[in-house]
């Protein structure tokens, strides 16, 4: 095959290409920003050109021996990330800033200080991190760390330490010279990952990346970047800013269902080993409109509050608000309770929030919000020991929900005496089931 040089013009902001200059580019908007390129291109084969065949793995033949994960030391962390971290992989951790990603990520290099890791910044110097470290870490182990930005250095560094594990902060602040744009541009990240990437697989290396986000809450950069990486994590914080919630949106060696909760301190992310201690109020009495459900996220129940509060509306339409739960569905539940139910909430602002911050998308506390709205409209209390779980239908049934026996039990653990549930024939021993069929069985237990 022979080559031949081909021209382009391409934007260094956003990566677009052109056959000839214009002083703005049309994709992104940014002027000044289309620079020429040559490249070296192959032609066209003719049809009949013939190409040496490749040879076929047998996937028989491969062992299938299980992944040996390394277990952090942080067991919520562990929890999301599937058991642990699996060597050659790569990893990217995102959220907002100061939310606490350096902070959990140090707190991981500290508890893998045997695999000889390596802290790479490109954002803070080394006496920053350093005072991070010391807060967190009062024993002083020798740590590495590499203060660059230059991906072809970094690797270098990498292929002669040999750390086994390497921390990348952040993906946004490293440029190749492989591509002639600016650092951060869409070009210069995928990259520098594809980079990593190979890095991470040739030499049996876990990195992970820590991922800038837009004003919109998604990962800064191309979206083939989240491809690209082996999985995906976001750290948020509750709606008071004192818990963090990490979770996975994408993960080749675990479940994308689990969370991992932990309490910002002044030393660092704690575990919260009680997730229902962070959404439920233990010392708070029985409130009108407040009702206590369970939802399970991956293979963890736990317990939420739910609070509403109807009051007669002022003027106008009736508002509907929703803290923590998807307003949607809020409305579906509203018309089903004046529908199913006899309750007329047409002149009444009805208000739903979620103790604690936490957003929930679990069909299974459908039960807890029309009690808990029934309850405010009737200004009466539900009993604190009292478990309200269901999923409900349009026709104001109560259908079975996922993992109910997981649920009840977990109940019966945290002390909970009774369950208002969907029929159903488990039976748990100490708690007293109140089953119900239909919405209006429950507003006549209220009643």
Same mark, same amino acid.
């Given at each position: ?10 934007? $260094? ?41 490749? $040879? ?14 390394? @277990? ?21 951790? !995102? ?6 990603? $350096? ?13 000889? =890791? ?22 002083? @182990? ?20 040999k750390p086994g594990l390497v921390v990348i902060d952040s993906i946004q602040t490293t440029y190749s ?13 995928r990259t520098a990952t594809m980079r990593f990437l190979e890095l991470a697989k040739k030499n049996n ?84 409109? /407040? ?7 991956? /293979? ?21 608000? !929703? ?35 936490? @957003?929930?998308?679990? =069909? ?37 929900? $996922? ?7 977990? !109940?019966? @653990? ?27 069985? !429950? ?5």
């Amino acid at each position: 095959m022979s080559k031949k040089i081909t021209t382009i013009y391409s934007c $260094s902001k956003c990566d677009a290409q052109f056959n000839k200059w214009e002083g703005r580019c049309n994709e992104c908007g940014a002027w000044g920003s289309i620079k020429k390129f040559q490249l070296d291109q192959h032609e066209r084969v003719k049809a009949d050109t013939r190409v040496d065949a490749l $040879s076929t793995v047998d996937l028989s033949k491969i062992s299938n021996e299980n992944i040996k994960r390394q @277990k952090t030391g942080i067991s919520e962390l562990d929890r999301v990330l599937g058991d642990g971290l699996v060597p050659g992989s790569l990893l990217l951790m !995102a959220g907002e800033p100061g939310i606490g990603k $350096s902070t959990l990520l140090a707190q991981l290099v500290i508890s893998l200080l045997d695999k000889n =890791p390596l802290y790479v910044s490109g954002e803070e110097s080394a006496r920053q991190v350093k005072n991070r470290f010391d807060r967190l870490y009062q024993e002083k @182990k020798p740590l590495k760390f590499l203060g660059e930005t230059n991906v072809e250095k970094i690797i270098a560094t990498i292929e002669k330490e040999k750390p086994g594990l390497v921390v990348i902060d952040s993906i946004q602040t490293t440029y190749s010279l492989l591509s002639d744009s600016d650092p951060g541009s869409i070009n210069q990240i995928r990259t520098a990952t594809m980079r990593f990437l190979e890095l991470a697989k040739k030499n049996n290396i876990t990195i992970i990346l820590v991922g800038h986000i837009t004003k919109d809450g998604n990962v800064a950069g191309p979206k083939s970047l989240e491809h690209i990486v082996d999985a995906v994590f976001y750290l948020e914080n509750s709606r008071n800013n004192q818990f963090r919630i990490l979770r996975a949106i994408k993960n080749r060696y675990g479940s994308v269902n689990e969370i991992g909760v932990f309490n910002m301190t002044g030393i660092g992310l704690a575990e919260m080993k009680n997730p229902s201690q962070v959404f439920i109020d233990e010392e708070q009495k029985d409130v009108p409109g /407040s009702v206590v459900s369970m939802i399970q996220e991956g /293979s963890r129940p736990f317990l939420v509050e739910i609070q509403a509060l109807v009051s007669k509306t002022a003027f106008g339409y009736p508002q509907r608000k !929703a803290s923590g739960y998807d307003l949607n569905r809020l409305q579906v539940l509203i018309s089903v309770i004046s529908k199913r139910a006899g309750m007329n909430l047409s002149n009444q602002d009805v208000i739903i929030n979620t103790v604690g911050g936490l @957003k929930v998308n679990d =069909p299974a506390i459908d039960l807890a919000i029309c009690l808990a709205i029934i309850y405010s409209r009737l200004n009466q209390s539900s009993p604190r020991n009292q478990l309200v779980i269901g999923e409900i239908g349009l026709g104001g049934e109560v259908r079975q929900i $996922s993992n109910l026996k997981n649920r009840l039990n977990e !109940a019966t @653990k945290l002390g909970f005496k009774s369950a208002i549930a969907p029929l159903n024939k488990t039976e748990i021993k100490n708690l007293k089931q109140i089953k119900i069929k239909e919405l209006k069985d !429950a507003l006549s237990l209220i009643k």
